[in-house]
């Protein structure tokens, strides 16, 4: 797949997840955390409001997420749109007024990402809710001080990577990334792999 096209369409991803769920989702119902959703991600409480593949659904509409605006879908689904304010300084960085286009295919890997993740996640750690945080439109959990997850994509990396992050930083072969230990999703080729990293990493972060 093109790169550029997954690095736009996890961005316009990302300002939807921000300004049109999480935000109202926040001001509506006191939270901002997301889950995945069967195709994409959704809200856990009121509005509820679903992303799967490059399409928005709510208030009986489905509206793809097409040369629009944050702004243009807030309207056609009764939101207001906006990030949560106060609880975080990073962001999508994207305002209601930014241009939204969501590659049908690059929207498909990412929601696939987010699949794989929230089911080895619920595996590994039985009773963990994974959660889609929408500062850094990363899934993961955080179970004894280690953050473990997949995110689509970042600062960090232009591809989506898997991720353990020990509050306490560690040491050796195993960490090789500032936060800890990322292996790109690509070399993880399917869910199994997904979970001997995750697996390894717990194992690391004990010793």
């Known amino acids: 797949m093109d790169s550029s096209s997954l690095v736009s369409t996890r961005r316009a991803l990302h300002a939807v997840a921000e300004l049109l769920l999480a935000g109202p989702q926040y001001r509506a119902s006191g939270t901002i955390r997301l889950r995945a959703h069967p195709g994409g991600f959704a809200t856990r409480l009121e509005p509820r409001l679903q992303v799967v593949g490059a399409e928005l659904m709510g208030a009986g509409r489905r509206l793809p997420l097409r040369a629009t605006t944050c702004a243009e879908l807030a309207a056609a689904v009764g ?90 930083p560690r040491t050796g072969p195993f960490w090789n990334a500032p936060f800890g230990a990322a292996r790109p999703m690509s070399e993880l080729a399917d869910r199994p792999a997904l979970r001997e990293f995750l697996a390894e990493g717990c194992r690391q972060a004990a010793l």
Do not use: K, M
């Open 79 to 168: 939101v207001e749109p906006g990030a949560p304010a106060g609880l975080y300084g990073d962001g999508s960085g994207a305002s209601p007024q930014d241009a939204v286009d969501a590659d049908p295919v690059a929207a498909e890997l990412i929601a696939g990402c987010f699949a794989a993740a929230d089911a080895v996640l619920r595996e590994l750690f039985p009773g963990a809710d994974p959660v889609i945080w929408p500062e850094h439109f990363d899934i993961g959990v955080t179970v004894d001080g280690v953050n473990y997850g997949v995110s689509p994509g970042d600062a960090y990396s232009s591809a989506p990577y898997a991720y353990v992050g020990p509050h306490t």
